[in-house]
């Protein structure tokens, strides 16, 4: 069994900061890409940033410049440093992880989803 586990969510003024983890756990054998996903009411989930093991990012580019991605692999932990929020931002951050198991081949879970709120 596999269990992602997300912490960091809340609100925010615009133009704050907030930090969002995501710890992988269970019968891992080994994970390649992390990343984080969001999704806003009425809209579609979407990438917002993603990291492969050996390092190499891929960002949406509505967050290039804003946030940032980072991983320990060690504590299969991956972690989303959020800077100059904007109101555009608010939605439930999901986390990803393509994650080789005990049980299965490597597939992707998902988090259970944490609400980041930007509001004056």
């Known amino acids: 069994q596999v269990q992602l586990v997300e912490s960091g969510g809340g609100w925010v003024q615009p133009g704050g900061s907030l930090r969002l983890s995501c710890a992988a756990s269970g019968s891992i054998r080994s994970i390649s890409v992390m990343g984080w996903y969001r999704q806003a009411p009425g809209k579609q989930r979407e990438l917002v940033a993603a990291m492969a093991t050996g390092g190499s990012t891929n960002y949406a580019d509505s967050v290039k410049g804003r946030f940032t991605i980072s991983r320990d692999n060690a504590k299969n932990t991956v972690y989303l440093q959020m800077n100059s929020l904007k109101p555009e931002d608010t939605a439930v951050y999901y986390c990803?992880?393509?994650?080789?198991?005990?049980?299965?081949?490597?597939?992707?879970?998902w988090g259970q989803g944490t609400q980041v709120t930007v509001s004056s």
């Open positions: 990803n992880a393509y994650i080789d198991s005990t049980f299965y081949s490597s597939r992707p879970y």
